[in-house]
């Protein structure tokens, strides 16, 4: 299955759920991720944290959605934005009629630890992308699909709210 992660810069919160998805996937998910406003280089904070993981960064670049639309471009099963802006523009259309859904979660880049903001928003998509790993997404319907994946994130984010 392919999947798309979209942020507007795709610079962090995208990348890192690419490079998650591609290493915890393996051979069931090839993950792309882009944004719509690209900010041209890969954030040296995502890049930082996906090294201190032990995670490959080559080949990582920040680039438009557009390129995922255009033809030859992969038909994708799954769109997860990761930033609110993202989430709210209208989007390109995908190659695929993919389900859509809305992982939000802050933005690492700018903030005053910028270690510490990315170790979280790491481990806030880590624990997503587990959770969708346990799913048969490949033998559930679209709108179940999409349900499912839109609950990961609900109650992850009800428990990180909750302090749990």
């Known amino acids: ?18 490079v998650l998805i591609n290493s915890l996937g393996g051979d069931r998910f090839a993950a792309f991720s ?10 040296p904070g995502a890049l930082a944290k996906l090294e ?15 390129r995922f639309s255009e033809p030859g471009a992969p ?9 609110d802006s993202a989430a709210g523009e209208s989007c390109p259309v995908w190659h695929g009629s993919p389900v859509r859904v809305h992982w939000g979660l802050p933005d690492p880049a700018g903030q005053p630890d910028v270690d510490a903001a990315f170790d979280k928003a790491y481990a806030q998509l880590r624990q997503r992308i ?3 790993l346990e799913l048969p997404l490949e033998s559930t319907e679209p709108r179940a699909r999409r349900d ?5 994130h609900d109650n992850v984010a009800a428990l990180e709210r909750a302090g749990g």
Do not use: Y
């Not at 299955?1 to 690419?18: D, Q």
């Open 148 to 152: 499912a994946l839109q609950r990961i």
């Open 75 to 83: 038909a994708m099963d799954i769109v997860i934005t990761v930033c």
């Open 52 to 66: 201190r993981e032990g995670l490959s960064t080559e080949g990582l670049e920040s680039k438009s959605w557009d």
């Open 130 to 132: 587990e959770l969708m």
């Open 1 to 18: 299955m392919n999947i798309l992660v979209l942020c507007t810069g795709n610079s962090a919160r995208s990348i890192l759920g690419e």
């Open 34 to 43: 882009a944004g719509s406003r690209p900010a041209g280089h890969v954030n």
